[in-house]
């Protein structure tokens, strides 16, 4: 049974920095292409970002371009995303998906597995 793991959300002031895990036990993680979207209050899931089987095409949501990073461990099956100089309008809970198939997408249809999500507080 493939589960998707998230951890590392939390509160941070404007500015600051989280890093999120996602741990996919029970997935073939080497052949599946692996997604973080996000959901604010209110509002509809996002895209963020996507990571292709191999970890060499990357892809971002313009709102987060240049202050986000997504990368992977296919020896702990796991991917992560590094969020630096995080805004309150970041605040939202943050999901992992995943899609088998290495390549890469960016709708939420594409992915056939996701994780609980975790919340993301960015204070003023």
């Known amino acids: 049974q493939v589960q998707l793991v998230e951890s590392g959300g939390g509160l941070v002031q404007a500015g600051g920095s989280l890093r999120l895990s996602c741990a996919a036990p029970?997935?073939?993680?080497?052949?599946?292409?692996m997604g973080w979207f996000r959901q604010a209050p209110g509002k509809e899931r996002e895209f963020v970002s996507t990571?292709?089987?191999?970890?060499?095409?990357?892809y971002y949501a313009d709102s987060v371009k240049g202050r986000f990073t997504i990368s992977r461990d296919n020896a702990k099956n796991t991917v992560y995303l590094q969020m630096n100089s995080l805004k309150p309008e970041d605040t939202a809970v943050y999901y992992c998906?995943?899609?088998?198939?290495?390549?890469?997408?960016?709708?939420?249809?594409?992915?056939?597995?996701w994780g609980q999500g975790t919340q993301v507080t960015v204070s003023s």
């Open positions: 998906a995943a899609r088998r198939g290495g390549n890469p997408r960016i709708s939420q249809s594409e992915y056939e597995y």
């Open positions: 029970g997935l073939t993680f080497r052949s599946s292409s």
């Open positions: 990571i292709n089987w191999g970890g060499g095409t990357t």
